[in-house]
Every structure is written in structure tokens, then in C-alpha cells.
Nanobody
Framework: QVHLVESGGGLAQPGGSLRLSCAVSGSVFRINVMGWYRQAPGKERELVADIRKGGRTSYSDSMNGRFTISMDNAETTVYLQMNNLQPEDTGVYYC???????????????WGQGTQVTVSS
């Protein structure tokens, strides 16, 4: 079993910052990719950013350089630093990991429970 524990959501004013964290634990042989998705009210879930084993990152163009994804040295916790937040950033943010639980087993995808981010004055 793989567990994802998210934290760091909340209320921010426009122009403010928040930092999300997602800790991965459990029966993990290797983490291939960790990422953040968000789902705004009435919209589909979309990729925000992801980071691969070794540190290569990718971002959605719509983030306009305001968000930074990173991970700890153990590569088991992923962070999303969100700066200059805007009302359109409001939504539920989900952690997503692509892992292998055994040496020769298939890759599997796991989702966190989601954390609410609200940007409002």
C-alpha cells in the first residue's frame, strides 16, 4: 500500500504565497514521477507541474513561472511553492505519484486526497 499525505493548502490573498507538501510512504520500490494537479470549480483536473526521479521538472504554461515544484533529498516528498497567487488559482490541488512497488512489477499511479487552495481578498 502506498500513502500520500498532503498539507499546506488554505486561504491566500491575491499576490500571496502558499507552499504545498506531499509525503509519500508505504510499499514503494521506486518513485518515477511526482506531480501536482488542480481542479477548479466546474473544470476538469489539469496538470500544474511534475518532477521526475533525478530532478527534471515540467510545468503547465498557464502557471507563467509563478509556481516551483521541488522534492526533498530522499525524493519522497514533493513540494509546490506558489507565488503571486491569483483568484483563478483557486481549486483543489492533488498530489500524484507514478511508482513501482516491486522490482519487476508495473508502474502504478496514486492520488492524494486533495487540499483546497482559495485565493480571495
Amino acid at each position: 500500500q502506498v500513502h500520500l499525505v498532503e498539507s499546506g493548502g488554505g486561504l491566500a490573498q491575491p499576490g500571496g504565497s502558499l507552499r504545498l507538501s506531499c509525503a509519500v510512504s508505504g510499499s514503494v520500490f521506486r518513485i518515477n514521477v511526482m506531480g501536482w494537479y488542480r481542479q477548479a470549480p466546474g473544470k476538469e483536473r489539469e496538470l500544474v507541474a511534475d518532477i521526475r526521479k533525478g530532478g527534471r521538472t515540467s510545468y503547465s504554461d498557464s502557471m507563467n513561472g509563478r509556481f516551483t515544484i521541488s522534492m526533498d533529498n530522499a525524493e519522497t516528498t514533493v513540494y509546490l511553492q506558489m507565488n503571486n497567487l491569483q483568484p483563478e488559482d483557486t481549486g483543489v490541488y492533488y498530489c500524484n505519484v507514478d511508482v513501482k512497488t516491486t522490482t519487476y512489477g508495473p508502474r502504478k499511479i496514486y492520488w492524494g486526497q486533495g487540499t483546497q487552495v482559495t485565493v480571495s481578498s
